[in-house]
């Protein structure tokens, strides 16, 4: 009997959860009077996605972001991976007192610093590129710490094993740390990647040009009330821009939620 | 001998500090030297063409603190953040109670729950803008089948920041959800078993033994939704701009618009500053407090 309730309560939440995105998923395929009139048996059509599509260079929209989640999530790996193996298994004078530092980036938000941070990129003649998007979220204070976490656990036999074999310090990380750390990888890719998909407020701050605009950014451009373009047409474009990622999600969902926990739980 | 394990140390020192240099250059770059450089030009006035900067103290702040735009806006994010942490987490809460239960649609409801999670913000915004719309909008359509006038959820200030709030809240419970989600399964069989047993009903079992296990999870939560509660800004460039008359509008989007609007960086500046003292508590907090209760668990 409880069991009944909890279903449906469950099942209730569930509907309410996704109704926002059923709707508009239905709404994107139909005229927008059939839209705002709930005309359940209205016909289908592809009209709004056509208008959406010539609407704004949606291509490079899409280019632009892969080039951003792509050039940050090489950058945090190699940064973090450095960083962390220094913090997890070598000892130098020094290292508490920066791992401190780190630690406070943390709360650092880059989001609360857009003023100087503004400056700086421009100052290093970065405005307005993808790398200049993409440069203060590489050294991920939050990435340094996984990164560490994991290294930390690799056995130190494994270590002492390669370096017997003659391999150096750098060729140690590579051929037996990386290899080992490829879930945490893998996890911090997800959120990585899903963390700048969306990412607005930075993109939109230092990018001026539609060769450089990622999606967010560009669908709040498109989707501006003083553009005047109609909602099933504004529903038909937010669908596009999310459907590579929430389709990404769909298929890994399990892998996605593992990541999320791995990354969360520190 | 000794002269090799001092080899040994000085190499490991090289080493570490290279490793760490390219990560520290950056973090210094866009991390350490902005903060203290928001901290210097919060001191100074404003760089006109007719009067040059010049250096004002404190007076970048009192004149925040004589601002009821200010005071309005900290009001509101108080409101925001007050209602979005508590209901999000009992949201969340619920969420993963039911998504960790044996019931049949487990899988359809988790993916329910943590789909809009992987949305941007912007793209959010844009699906509630169909449910806020005056006439047009969902919840109009569903209130004028019970023949109540059509509400502009957006455009009045008694509702724009709810509207605001219930879209954070259903973006950001399904993320919490995952947390708690994890947190469950570590709990062992053998306490229900044990509560079985007693006799103790489902609800003290939840009550007596899952919440208090809940605990650090809960702390952990509460911090994240608390820095989302600064960061979470961008549904607002799509869905009401702060407006109207400044009644949805949030720290962080008062600083954007103070920099970037009204071109006045050293009020911004004294802004952020105290945003940033705020996440110091925060992480104050967390370092001493939770951090410690983490660890008894």
């Given at each position: 009997?409880?069991?009944?309730?909890?279903?449906?309560?469950?099942?209730?939440?569930?509907?309410?959860?996704?109704?926002?995105?059923?709707?508009?998923?239905?709404?994107?395929?139909?005229?927008t009077?059939?839209?705002?009139?709930?005309?359940?048996?209205?016909?289908?059509?592809?009209?709004?996605?056509?208008?959406?599509?010539?609407?704004?260079?949606?291509?490079?929209?899409f280019i632009?972001?892969?080039?951003?989640?792509?050039?940050?999530?090489?950058?945090?790996?190699?940064?973090?991976?450095?960083?962390?193996?220094?913090?997890?298994?070598?000892?130098?004078?020094?290292?508490?007192?920066?791992?401190?530092l780190?630690?406070?980036?943390?709360?650092?938000?880059?989001?609360?610093?857009?003023v100087?941070?503004?400056?700086?990129?421009?100052?290093?003649?970065?405005?307005?590129?993808i790398?200049?998007?993409?440069?203060?979220?590489?050294?991920?204070?939050?990435?340094?710490?996984?990164?560490?976490?994991?290294?930390?656990?690799?056995?130190?036999?494994?270590?002492?094993?390669?370096?017997?074999?003659?391999?150096?310090?750098?060729?140690?990380l590579?051929?037996?740390?990386?290899?080992?750390?490829?879930?945490?990888?893998?996890?911090?890719?997800?959120?990585?990647?899903?963390?700048h998909?969306?990412?607005?407020?930075?993109?939109?701050?230092?990018?001026?040009?539609?060769?450089?605009?990622?999606?967010?950014?560009?669908?709040s451009?498109?989707?501006?009330?003083?553009?005047?373009?109609?909602?099933?047409?504004?529903s038909?474009?937010?669908?596009?821009?999310?459907?590579?990622?929430l389709?990404?999600?769909?298929?890994?969902?399990?892998?996605?939620?593992?990541?999320?926990?791995?990354a969360g739980?520190? | 001998?000794?002269?090799?394990?001092?080899?040994?140390?000085?190499?490991?020192?090289?080493?570490?500090?290279?490793?760490?240099?390219?990560?520290?250059?950056?973090?210094?770059?866009?991390?350490?030297?902005?903060?203290?450089?928001?901290?210097?030009?919060?001191?100074?006035?404003r760089?006109?063409r007719?009067?040059?900067?010049?250096?004002?103290?404190g007076?970048?702040?009192?004149?925040?603190?004589?601002?009821?735009?200010?005071?309005?806006?900290?009001?509101?994010?108080?409101?925001?953040?007050?209602?979005?942490?508590?209901?999000?987490?009992?949201i969340?809460?619920?969420?993963?109670?039911?998504?960790?239960?044996k019931?049949?649609?487990?899988?359809?409801?988790?993916?329910?729950?943590?789909?809009?999670?992987?949305?941007?913000?912007?793209?959010?915004?844009?699906?509630?803008?169909?449910?806020?719309?005056?006439?047009?909008?969902?919840?109009?359509?569903?209130?004028?089948l019970?023949?109540?006038?059509?509400?502009?959820?957006?455009?009045?200030?008694?509702?724009?920041?709810?509207?605001?709030?219930?879209?954070?809240?259903?973006?950001?419970?399904?993320?919490?959800?995952?947390?708690?989600?994890?947190?469950?399964?570590?709990i062992?069989e053998?306490?229900?078993?044990?509560?079985?047993?007693?006799?103790?009903?489902?609800?003290?079992?939840?009550?007596?033994?899952?919440?208090?296990?809940?605990?650090?999870?809960?702390?952990?939560?509460?911090?994240?939704?608390?820095?989302?509660?600064?960061k979470?800004?961008?549904?607002?460039?799509?869905?009401?701009?702060?407006?109207?008359?400044?009644?949805?509008?949030?720290?962080?989007?008062?600083?954007?618009?103070?920099?970037?609007a009204?071109?006045?960086?050293?009020?911004?500046?004294?802004?952020?500053?105290?945003?940033?003292?705020?996440?110091?508590?925060?992480?104050?907090i967390?370092?001493?407090?939770?951090?410690?209760?983490?660890?008894?668990?």
């Amino acid at each position: 009997m409880s069991n009944r309730i909890d279903t449906f309560g469950a099942v209730l939440l569930a509907i309410i959860w996704v109704s926002p995105l059923l709707f508009a998923v239905w709404a994107a395929f139909h005229s927008t009077s059939d839209a705002v009139n709930f005309t359940l048996l209205s016909p289908w059509t592809l009209d709004n996605f056509r208008t959406a599509w010539a609407g704004a260079p949606w291509f490079q929209y899409f280019i632009n972001t892969f080039l951003l989640v792509t050039t940050v999530l090489i950058g945090q790996f190699v940064l973090t991976t450095l960083a962390g193996f220094a913090f997890a298994k070598l000892e130098f004078p020094g290292k508490d007192f920066v791992f401190i530092l780190v630690l406070m980036q943390l709360f650092i938000l880059p989001e609360v610093l857009i003023v100087e941070n503004y400056a700086m990129v421009s100052r290093l003649g970065l405005f307005d590129t993808i790398l200049g998007v993409g440069m203060p979220y590489m050294a991920s204070a939050f990435g340094i710490f996984l990164m560490r976490q994991a290294f930390k656990s690799v056995p130190i036999e494994l270590h002492e094993a390669a370096r017997i074999e003659g391999c150096g310090l750098l060729g140690i990380l590579w051929r037996v740390y990386v290899p080992l750390a490829k879930p945490t990888y893998l996890a911090y890719a997800l959120v990585s990647v899903s963390t700048h998909w969306n990412n607005f407020l930075w993109p939109l701050i230092v990018t001026n040009s539609p060769d450089t605009r990622p999606l967010t950014v560009g669908l709040s451009i498109f989707g501006a009330p003083e553009n005047g373009v109609d909602i099933s047409v504004i529903s038909a474009a937010t669908r596009m821009s999310v459907a590579p990622l929430l389709l990404a999600f769909l298929l890994f969902q399990r892998q996605f939620v593992q990541a999320f926990l791995r990354a969360g739980i520190k | 001998m000794n002269s090799h394990v001092n080899l040994e140390r000085r190499r490991q020192a090289i080493y570490g500090w290279l490793l760490l240099t390219p990560a520290m250059i950056l973090l210094s770059i866009f991390a350490f030297y902005p903060s203290i450089a928001t901290l210097w030009s919060s001191l100074f006035s404003r760089n006109t063409r007719r009067r040059p900067s010049e250096y004002v103290g404190g007076e970048n702040y009192s004149d925040l603190f004589a601002d009821p735009t200010f005071w309005l806006v900290v009001k509101n994010n108080l409101l925001y953040a007050g209602v979005t942490i508590p209901v999000s987490i009992a949201i969340a809460l619920a969420m993963a109670l039911w998504a960790n239960s044996k019931i049949s649609a487990r899988g359809f409801v988790r993916t329910a729950y943590f789909t809009p999670t992987v949305l941007p913000m912007i793209a959010a915004a844009n699906l509630w803008l169909f449910f806020y719309t005056p006439g047009l909008g969902v919840l109009d359509q569903i209130g004028g089948l019970f023949g109540l006038p059509t509400v502009n959820w957006l455009g009045q200030p008694e509702t724009a920041l709810w509207a605001i709030i219930i879209v954070t809240i259903w973006k950001e419970a399904g993320f919490f959800m995952i947390f708690y989600l994890a947190a469950l399964q570590t709990i062992p069989e053998d306490l229900k078993e044990a509560a079985d047993i007693e006799g103790a009903s489902r609800w003290t079992y939840t009550r007596r033994i899952v919440l208090p296990l809940l605990m650090p999870t809960t702390l952990f939560i509460m911090v994240n939704a608390l820095i989302n509660s600064v960061k979470l800004i961008d549904h607002l460039f799509i869905l009401t701009k702060g407006g109207p008359s400044d009644a949805s509008k949030l720290i962080l989007y008062y600083i954007w618009e103070m920099a970037f609007a009204f071109f006045d960086s050293p009020h911004a500046a004294a802004m952020t500053i105290m945003v940033l003292v705020v996440l110091g508590v925060v992480a104050a907090i967390q370092f001493f407090y939770i951090d410690k209760r983490t660890h008894y668990q």
